[in-house]
Every structure is written in C-alpha cells, then in structure tokens.
C-alpha cells in the first residue's frame, strides 16, 4: 500500500510539476506562447504563477515567479516521498535533493520531448504542427551544437541519439535515493 501510494505522489506530482518546467523553459527558449500547447501549459499553471508575479517580479529573460513556484513545489513534492518513506534528512541534504530532482525533471522532459520530436519528423517530416513547432524550438538549442560536430550522415540525423545518450548519462549519475528518482 505504501509503494502505491509513493508511486501515485511522485507520478501525479511530477507531471504536475513538469508543466511548470515546461513553461519555464519554453520562456528560456522563446517558444510561441500562441501554441495551443503553450496555452494549455499558461493556462495550467497560471492559478499560481498570476498572484506570484504581484509579489515577485521577473529577472530579465528569467521567468523568477515561476522559477520560485517551480522550487516550492518540487521542495514539498521531496517532502511528501521523504515523509512517506519515513526517512530523516538534514536541511542540506533535502536542498541537494530538491536541486537534484529539478535537473533531473528538466533531463527527463528533455528526453521525453526528443523522442516525441524525433518521432513526429518521421510520420510528418514536411508538414506542420503545433507540438513539432513547439518541440523544434525546445530541442534545437541542445540539437544544434552536435550537429555541428556531427552532421547527418545519407539524410540520418545522429544528433538527437546523442544527445539523448549523453542526458541518459547525467541521470543515471545524478545521486538520488530510489524513492526520489
């Protein structure tokens, strides 16, 4: 009963999460906000990020009222799977931990969000879509460094392989405890 009821926090709190990552970073890489996905993803996230930015106000290109709800969130989701497991942490490491599951969320939308990318080039490689524009403007930034390096080989593109290797690296090194990953 324990296990389902961790799984159930972590899955339904993560995917709640992961909208405001992902309004996070489509900010960060100037996606179009006009996209039916960025509505949904503004609208999801706005009953929290609106009265937020009445009280902080933003950093430049950095979306800091969403950053701020972002940590928050992520800070009582660790709570709640620490509380669940019934484990004691210092405050230093639930911070590192909180810091940990963050980078490895925005890993993990990456990774997701290629393959999705990478499937949709193949079922519409000349048509356009709303999501394919979305996920264009979220992966090229971290597609376009490799294939500088690696330029498709006979209409191959490599790079999101790569990338995704190189992300699935970094998360399988990143030191969390089983119940936090």
Do not use: H
């Not at 992961?18 to 970073?25: D, G, P």
């Not at 980078?103 to 990318?117: D, E, G, Q, T």
């Not at 992966?139 to 990338?163: C, K, S, T």
């Amino acid at each position: 009963m324990r296990n389902s009821l961790i799984f159930l926090t972590r899955t339904l709190g993560d995917l709640y999460l992961l909208t405001f990552l992902l309004r996070f970073v489509m900010q960060w890489v100037r996606a179009d906000f006009y996209n039916p996905l960025a509505q949904f993803v503004v609208k999801a996230t706005n009953p929290l990020v609106v009265p937020a930015r009445r009280v902080i106000p933003s950093a430049g290109s950095i979306d800091l009222p969403t950053l701020v709800i972002l940590v928050a969130l992520e800070a009582l989701l660790t709570w709640a799977l620490v509380a669940l497991v019934n484990v004691s942490l210092p405050a230093p490491t639930f911070v590192f931990f909180v810091l940990l599951r963050l980078i490895n969320a925005l890993l993990w939308l990456y990774v997701v969000s290629i393959f999705i990318y990478v499937i949709m080039s193949w079922v519409s490689p000349a048509g356009y879509s709303p999501i394919g524009r979305i996920l264009m403007d979220l992966n090229e930034p971290l597609l376009r460094p490799v294939r500088r390096f690696l330029p498709p080989i006979g209409g191959f593109d490599l790079a999101p392989l790569i990338v995704v290797i190189l992300i699935a690296a970094v998360r399988v090194g990143l030191p969390l405890p089983p119940f936090l990953r």
